[in-house]
């Protein structure tokens, strides 16, 4: 190689080099702006020693580097941010494309049903499942017993009794969210929805609404898990055209009776997580919470070992496989998570910790409530109890990709955390 031509070489990859660190300077010049943009974003909100929060940037390679973060290893109370960790282990357990599953018996006069726990047993799919239980000679039916000792207990920490439909009761056989949706009509208490035939028992439970007016409608919940399960087999009654049923509880399939259809709902794992995260439905959470323990066989540890029942599921056993799959997944020592929705202040997560949980779920951020605004895409989560609020998710601005946690554990301005999350994505 001539002198000239080495020259040239080295000048080439000088020149190289002298770009190549003048864009890595130019870079870190870009992240400290950022990182002080940032700082006076949040310093405006005066956080206090009841606060956390976390931002963090994913680099290309996968990579996080925080941007922000102000106690982000404390642990507070997430309230509805807690339905991540339901998230994370539900899809863990069974995967997106899991059906839950509900099996159909017959005794003579009885026909039974025994549940394992569906979320989304609505109007329609129990539509599907008259359509389908016709099929077979229903003749001389006179009973629609109702088998909901799948779940072992029902008790979820945190709920208290207000007939609000986010506190709805849990069972392991349920229709619509074991709420239902009444209205006030010529005087009367009529069923809001045309594909939900008002039921006995939910006429009983209007007598507990404040519908006095024409007009008026309000959808509440069944109070408990006895209502829940004559609720449905009523349902069911109606759907199928029985007349003279009656609907029994309370009871357990003879163990000597097989199965003459199961029922797969048509709405998968992924719907079912969809839905609870765009409503925040607390009903589907601690369904699938309670669940996770059956799934897996594990035994409330409060149960009698001599006996030869299957195990069910408990909040006791749910817990105990929840925390350790936290464990062996993230590595987690001090955290708490008594429940799957966040109806409990006795759960508590640190930022990093939901952040962790955030990294867990990148892949199925769709099933996020989409909040995009700026040119921004995000998909978030928002968590709410008195005196917390919360907010974690993702922002994609460009082709930079960012996670959040805010949580507030104190009372906040009305819509704090939104706009919040305006100014952080402006600032991004």
Not at 91 to 118: A, H, M, Q, S
Not at 207 to 224: P, S
Not at 299 to 320: L, V
Not at 321 to 333: E, S
Request: proline content about 3%.
């Amino acid at each position: 190689m001539s002198l000239c031509r080495c020259y040239g070489h080295a000048k080439r990859v000088l020149s190289g080099s002298i770009v190549t660190s003048f864009i890595a300077l130019w870079m870190v010049s870009q992240m400290q702006v950022m990182a002080s943009d940032l700082k006076s974003t949040f310093a405006e909100n005066r956080l206090t020693k009841s606060d956390s929060i976390l931002v963090v940037e994913i680099l290309p390679n996968g990579q996080q580097v925080t941007r922000f973060e102000w106690q982000s290893e404390k642990l507070l109370i997430p309230a509805s941010l807690s339905k991540l960790v339901t998230t994370h282990v539900a899809l863990d357990i069974w995967g997106k494309d899991y059906r839950f599953e509900t099996n159909f018996y017959r005794d003579e006069n009885t026909l039974w049903v025994k549940g394992f726990g569906d979320p989304f047993l609505v109007s329609e799919e129990l539509e599907e499942i008259a359509k389908n239980l016709t099929e077979f000679d229903l003749k001389g039916i006179r009973q629609i017993a109702i088998d909901s000792t799948y779940f072992k207990d029902v008790g979820v920490p945190g709920r208290s009794k207000v007939v609000d439909p986010y506190n709805a009761p849990l069972n392991a056989v349920s229709a619509n969210f074991n709420t239902t949706m009444l209205a006030f009509v010529d005087k009367q208490i009529v069923s809001a929805e045309p594909q939900t035939p008002l039921t006995p028992t939910a006429s009983r439970v209007a007598k507990r609404t404040r519908l006095v007016e024409d007009g008026d409608a309000e959808r509440v919940n069944l109070v408990d898990s006895s209502n829940a399960a004559s609720h449905f087999g009523e349902l069911l009654m109606l759907k199928l055209g029985l007349d003279k049923t009656t609907v029994l509880t309370g009871v357990k399939v003879p163990d000597q009776l097989d199965s003459f259809y199961v029922h797969k709902n048509s709405r998968n794992m992924a719907t079912n997580i969809r839905g609870m995260m765009e409503y925040s439905n607390n009903f589907i959470a601690n369904q699938l919470f309670l669940s996770v323990s059956g799934a897996r066989g594990i035994r409330d540890p409060e149960d009698a070992i001599d006996n030869n029942e299957k195990p069910g599921a408990s909040f006791r056993a749910s817990q105990t496989l929840i925390r350790k799959n936290l464990v062996d997944t993230f590595g987690w020592d001090d955290f708490s998570v008594l429940e799957g929705a966040g109806l409990s202040r006795q759960n508590r997560l640190s930022a990093v910790q939901i952040n962790d949980l955030l990294t867990s779920l990148q892949q199925v951020n769709y099933l996020f409530k989409d909040y995009s605004n700026r040119g921004a895409s995000i998909r978030a989560k928002t968590g709410t109890l008195n005196g917390v609020r919360s907010f974690a998710g993702y922002i994609s601005k460009g082709d930079r990709s960012f996670q959040f946690v805010f949580n507030f554990n104190r009372h906040v301005p009305y819509r704090h955390r939104e706009a919040l999350l305006r100014n952080l994505t402006a600032t991004l």
